[in-house]
C-alpha cells in the first residue's frame, strides 16, 4: 500500500478526484493518510469528510520546515492539488522524484512565478494561443520545470474566456491526475 500526502490550498476539486479515484479503484494500492493546507480552504473540509487527518500549516517563511515535521516518513508520494505556496529549494530536494503538481496550462509555457489560477488562462487568452490543457509534473526547486509525467491538449474555441478554459482545464486535470499518479506510483 502507497501512502500519498496531498497538498492543498483552495477548494479541492483534484483532491476530491483523487480521493474518489481510489475508492473507486482507478489508482490502486494507495491510500491518502494526511491532507496539509497553507490556509483555511474547502479542501480541509474534504479531507474531514473523507475522515482523513488533515493540518493547517499557515504560509509563510517556516512553512517547508513546518511540512517537513509532519509529513511521515512513509509517504511514498506528496501531491499538490491546487497548492499556492512555494516550497523551499531544500524541501524539492529531500522528495525528489516524490513530488508532483498539476498545472492549469502546457508547460513549459505559461508556467513559473505569477503564473498560477485565473492569470494563466488570462494570459493564454491574450497570447492568442490555439491550444491549452494540463500538466502533471515533478517538482522541483525551479517553479514549473520539473519533468513532465503527462499532459493533455485540447484546441480553444472562438470566443473562449478565461472562464470558460478554466472549467475545460478542470475536466482534463480530472482525467489525468489519476493517470499521472498510477504512473509514478508504478501502477
Ligand atoms: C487547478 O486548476 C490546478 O491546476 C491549479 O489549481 C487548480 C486547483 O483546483 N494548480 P482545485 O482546488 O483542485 O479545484
Not at 492543498?8 to 496539509?36: C, M, P, W, Y
Not at 480552504?41 to 493540518?55: D, V
Not at 492539488?81 to 525528489?96: D, R, T
Not at 519533468?147 to 482525467?175: C, W
Amino acid at each position: 500500500m502507497k501512502n500519498i500526502v496531498v497538498l492543498v490550498s483552495g477548494s479541492g476539486t483534484n483532491l476530491q478526484r483523487i480521493l474518489d479515484t481510489i475508492d473507486q479503484g482507478e489508482i490502486q494500492n494507495a491510500k491518502v493518510t494526511l491532507v496539509v493546507a497553507d490556509r483555511e480552504c474547502y479542501g480541509l473540509e474534504r479531507a474531514k469528510n473523507h475522515q482523513i487527518e488533515s493540518i493547517l500549516i499557515p504560509r509563510g517563511k517556516n512553512f517547508s520546515s513546518e511540512l517537513s515535521k509532519v509529513i511521515p516518513e512513509n509517504t511514498d508520494l506528496i501531491v499538490l492539488a491546487g497548492f499556492l505556496s512555494i516550497l523551499k529549494p531544500e524541501f524539492c530536494e529531500n522528495w525528489q522524484g516524490k513530488i508532483i503538481n498539476i498545472h492549469p496550462a502546457l508547460l513549459p509555457k505559461f508556467g513559473g512565478k505569477g503564473m498560477w489560477g485565473m492569470n494563466v488562462h488570462h494570459a493564454v487568452i491574450e497570447a492568442g494561443e490555439k491550444e491549452s490543457g494540463a500538466t502533471v509534473h515533478f517538482v522541483t526547486p525551479e517553479i514549473d520545470e520539473g519533468d513532465i509525467i503527462l499532459q493533455k491538449s485540447f484546441i480553444i474555441n472562438q470566443g473562449e474566456t478565461p472562464e470558460t478554459l478554466a472549467a475545460r482545464i478542470h475536466e482534463v486535470e480530472y482525467e489525468i491526475f489519476p493517470k499521472a499518479i498510477n504512473k509514478v506510483l508504478g501502477n
